[in-house]
């Protein structure tokens, strides 16, 4: 019903930049909240950042001044800036969205995106 598709990972230094995007298309009435998440290898999937539908964003503080999430409602898209990057960034980044399916729907339902890899290197 909800398609998710990520785009933006890559190898990239420490120190170094990448923006991370998630369009969502498909059938749903409307988008609540959209995150991102990570993992690590060996490690549990962790929430990064969270943007609401009216802007307001939470951040984990291992990368809080650092990475920025934004969204362009008009587009169903989430983006996420990661600069001065650390090794210890390097994850697959997940997108979540949470939507509305319809109308008169009475729950929300969350769909998450493929995953994208993130590698820094030292």
């Known amino acids: 019903q909800v398609q998710l598709v990520e785009s933006g990972g890559g190898l990239v230094q420490a120190g170094g930049s990448l923006r991370l995007s998630c369009a969502a298309s498909g059938s749903f009435f409307s988008i609540y909240n959209m995150a991102w998440y990570r993992q690590a290898p060996g490690k549990q999937r962790e929430l990064v950042a969270s943007?609401?539908?009216?802007?307001?964003?939470n951040y984990a503080d291992s990368i809080k001044g650092r990475f920025a999430i934004s969204r362009d409602n008009a587009k169903n898209t989430v983006y996420l800036q990661m600069n001065s990057l650390k090794v210890e960034d390097t994850a697959v980044y997940y997108c979540?969205?949470?939507?509305?399916?319809?109308?008169?729907?009475?729950?929300?339902?969350?769909?998450w995106g493929q995953g994208t890899q993130v590698t820094v290197s030292s």
């Open positions: 979540c969205v949470q939507v509305q399916r319809t109308w008169s729907s009475q729950t929300q339902f969350q769909y």
């Open positions: 943007i609401t539908d009216d802007g307001r964003t």
